[in-house]
């Protein structure tokens, strides 16, 4: 897909449904500054969502979505859990894989596109929860850094298995007692964030979502860092309300306690120098871009 | 095995697969009506007189011919307006393939996931389903066939529907204007079409132009 194909047929584009109108008319694919403050002026490239009211992931989905550097040349691939139910509902390309595959499917899809279309940056960027991220699919997940394939993997950490009823899962707290786990974790959380680093990311980045714009930036970064460089991984803290015992307005709070001094996921940046290089480089372009644009605006006027 | 018809519904909660109970699809130049491998003119002329003789004759569009992502495409998605004019038919889309939260409009779309909401809502009793995904229209046509008395006429850009009531195969350009031509020439021989008057809907970004 590109974004000239995102076009309704002349002759039944009045029969379309009017969500599809507006995509058309007012979303910002191709917009090479798009971010999270798109949000509520354009059409968002998620619909609908299936999530629970207050999901912390939902929100998540929002923020990612509006921060693709090129959502009409991005290609996502998710796992089973709750983000698989989400997908469907998503005006970007996505691929569901089998539960723990997605890192190995994005691998041979990040290859095939790079070989059918050589001149388009094609971006693909594996989401997944932390059972088919550091648990099913650890093995596929190193697998693919080891071997320093070029796509993003976004690990949506909720700290358990929240879609079968609240099982153990590795990135779960030590001690933690869940629906499914009454005994407590009896180890410490899975330090994913270090094992990335260690098996070869170029960019590695925890933090939780309270924040869009830090959320925004960590997307950009991981998703341009893999495109010039090697994989890149982002560990995002999305609680499931249901399954700590949360009300639906609490998933914010819930976050940004977490954050805190001290808390687990007070956000950290792993960024090897030659991706610290790139990302200046980007940030010098983007500034000298925005500042011609700003004086041939005072020019015009 | 013996022959398996696969005639308009309400057949069970959960029709059998037409393929399981034995039918085949047809071979290039052949269409089938009914599970019965018939000659493609055989096809039109029975297809063209369902439609004149439904009294909500309808097209679903499927995002195939709905995206303009080539321009032969855009080219088809004319012969279907002109088709839809012509019987004339109602142009119900589907759009997309989501499960719809929290309910479809029935009146002015229709989605595989359940069919039959739009079908019921609208009374459709004949419709032709055209570049929709073949796994999407299997879903949808074999729904339908359970829980509808409508008939299903496939125009498949691939090898047909089994599961359809009438399936072309191969439908390109001109097979949609050739269904077209088939029934202004019945009309024009004494056929006429007894669909109830109707307006189609039109939709802008805010929602329905004219109210469904």
């Known amino acids: 897909m590109s974004k000239e194909k995102i076009v309704l047929c002349e002759d039944l584009a009045d029969v379309m449904p009017p969500e599809y109108q507006e995509l058309v008319e007012t979303a910002t694919y191709g917009n090479q500054d798009r971010g999270w403050k798109d949000i509520g002026s354009s059409k968002e490239l998620i619909e609908q969502h299936s999530l629970c009211a207050g999901c912390p992931e939902s929100i998540a989905f929002r923020y990612i979505l509006a921060s693709l550097p090129a959502p009409e040349n991005t290609v996502f691939v998710g796992s089973t859990g709750c983000t698989s139910l989400v997908f469907p509902h998503v005006a ?210 | 095995m013996s022959h398996y018809e696969v005639k308009p519904g309400p057949e069970a909660f959960l029709p059998p697969a037409a393929a399981s109970m034995g039918n085949v699809l047809p071979d290039p130049g052949e269409a089938h009506i009914g599970g019965k491998i018939v000659p493609e003119e055989e096809a039109y002329d029975k297809a063209a007189r369902m439609i004149l003789g439904a009294k909500v004759p309808t097209i679903f569009p499927g995002p195939l011919v709905l995206w303009k992502w080539t321009d032969h495409v855009a080219e088809k998605a004319k012969a279907i307006r002109e088709l839809a004019i012509e019987a004339p038919m109602r142009i119900i889309p589907m759009a997309d393939y989501r499960p719809k939260y929290p309910k479809i409009e029935a009146a002015v779309e229709i989605n595989p996931n359940h069919p039959n909401l739009t079908i019921w809502h609208n009374k459709i009793d004949v419709c032709i389903f055209i570049g929709v995904h073949c796994h999407m229209a299997n879903l949808s046509l074999k729904i339908i066939r359970g829980g509808t008395s409508c008939y299903t006429i496939a125009m498949c850009a691939m090898s047909g529907h089994e599961d359809a009531c009438l399936s072309f195969r191969d439908a390109d350009l001109a097979m949609i204007e050739k269904l077209k031509a088939t029934i202004k020439k019945l009309k024009s021989e004494g056929v006429e079409s007894q669909a109830i008057p109707f307006t189609q809907f039109k939709m802008s970004r805010s929602g329905p132009i004219v109210p469904a």
């Open chain 1, 92 to 301: 970007v390309h996505n691929i569901h894989s089998l539960f723990g595959n997605q890192n190995a499917i994005a691998s041979g899809l990040k290859r095939t596109l790079a070989c059918r279309f050589p001149d388009v940056e094609k971006d693909v960027v594996v989401l997944a929860g932390d059972g088919a991220t550091v648990d099913i699919g650890l093995d596929m997940t190193m697998q693919s850094w080891f071997r320093q394939e070029k796509f993003t993997t976004i690990c949506f950490d909720n700290e358990l298995y929240a879609n079968t009823g609240g099982q153990e899962s590795g990135l779960m707290q030590k001690g933690f007692v869940a629906k499914m786990a009454p005994k407590g974790k009896s180890f410490e959380k899975v330090r994913l964030a270090e094992i990335a680093r260690e098996a070869g990311c170029a960019y590695v980045a925890v933090l939780t979502v309270s924040k869009p714009n830090r959320v925004e930036q960590v997307i950009k970064n991981a998703v341009l860092v893999a495109r010039e460089i090697g994989p890149t991984f982002v560990q995002l803290y999305t609680p499931c309300i249901l399954e700590i015992g949360k009300q639906s307005m609490e998933g914010l709070d819930e976050m940004k306690d977490s954050e805190t001094i001290g808390g687990r996921f007070v956000q950290k940046e792993y960024i090897t120098d030659e991706a610290q290089k790139l990302l200046d480089s980007i940030k010098e372009e983007t500034k000298a871009r925005k500042k011609a644009a700003k004086d041939k605006k005072t020019v015009t006027a």
